[in-house]
C-alpha cells in the first residue's frame, strides 16, 4: 500500500471538517475531541493530503457521527471501490412513502439525465460524473426503501 494519502478521501474530510466546523454547528475543537485527537489542528491536519497522519475507519466513523452524519468520505470511499453508502438510519423513523417518493424522485432524475446525455449519441467524461452521481443517489434511494419496508436484497 503507497505511503500517500488518497487526495480524493483526504479532500472529502477536509471538506466535512472545514464545512462543519462553525459555531452554529460543530468547531473543530469539538469534531478534534469527538474523533479522539489532542486538538483542533490535529482535525485539520488528518485532512491534509501532505500530511503523514492516515485517515483510519474510525476517525471516518467519528467525523461521520460527530458531523451530523455527513456522508461524503463515506460516498468517496464507496465511489472508489464501486460501490454505494446507505445512511439506512435517515429513513428509520419515517413512513414507508417518504422513502418509495425519494427513490421515485432519485431514479426519475437518473433516467431523465441520461436521456439528456445520450441526445447526441454520445456521452461526455463531464456527462459521465453526473450520470454517476445520479446512479449512486437512486440506487441508495432504492436500497433505503427496501430496507424501510422489510426487503431483502
Same mark, same amino acid.
Do not use: W
Given at each position: 500500500m503507497?505511503?500517500t494519502k ?6 472529502a474530510v477536509r /471538506?466535512v471538517?472545514c464545512?462543519?466546523?462553525? +459555531?452554529y #454547528?460543530?468547531?473543530? *475543537?469539538?469534531i $478534534?475531541?469527538a474523533?479522539?485527537l ?6 485539520y491536519e488528518? /485532512?491534509?493530503?501532505d500530511s503523514t497522519r492516515?485517515v483510519w $475507519?474510525e476517525d471516518v466513523?467519528s467525523?461521520?457521527l460527530c458531523?451530523g452524519? !455527513? +456522508? #461524503?468520505?463515506f460516498?468517496?470511499i464507496c465511489?472508489?471501490?464501486g460501490?454505494?453508502f446507505?445512511?439506512?438510519? *435517515?429513513f428509520?423513523? %419515517?413512513?414507508?412513502e417518504? =422513502?418509495? $417518493?425519494?427513490?421515485m424522485r ?5 433516467? $431523465?439525465? %441520461?436521456?439528456? !446525455? ?5 456521452i461526455t =467524461?463531464l456527462? #459521465?460524473v453526473?450520470l ?8 441508495a434511494?432504492?436500497?433505503a426503501?427496501? %430496507?424501510?419496508?422489510?426487503? /431483502?436484497?
Open positions: 503507497s505511503s488518497n487526495p480524493e478521501i483526504s479532500r /471538506a471538517i464545512e462543519n466546523a462553525n +459555531p #454547528r460543530y468547531n473543530a *475543537k469539538t $478534534a475531541a474523533m479522539g489532542r486538538d483542533e489542528y490535529a482535525a488528518l /485532512a491534509n493530503p492516515h $475507519a466513523i467525523l461521520f458531523s452524519r !455527513d +456522508p #461524503r468520505v460516498d468517496e465511489r472508489q471501490v460501490a454505494v446507505v445512511d439506512l438510519d *435517515k428509520n423513523h %419515517a413512513q414507508a417518504v =422513502p418509495l $417518493a425519494t427513490a432519485e431514479a426519475s432524475e437518473f433516467f $431523465a439525465e %441520461a436521456a439528456r !446525455d445520450l441526445e447526441d449519441g454520445k =467524461p456527462e #459521465r453526473h454517476e452521481r445520479e446512479a449512486r443517489e437512486a440506487i434511494a432504492v436500497v426503501f427496501c %430496507a424501510r419496508v422489510g426487503v /431483502a436484497l
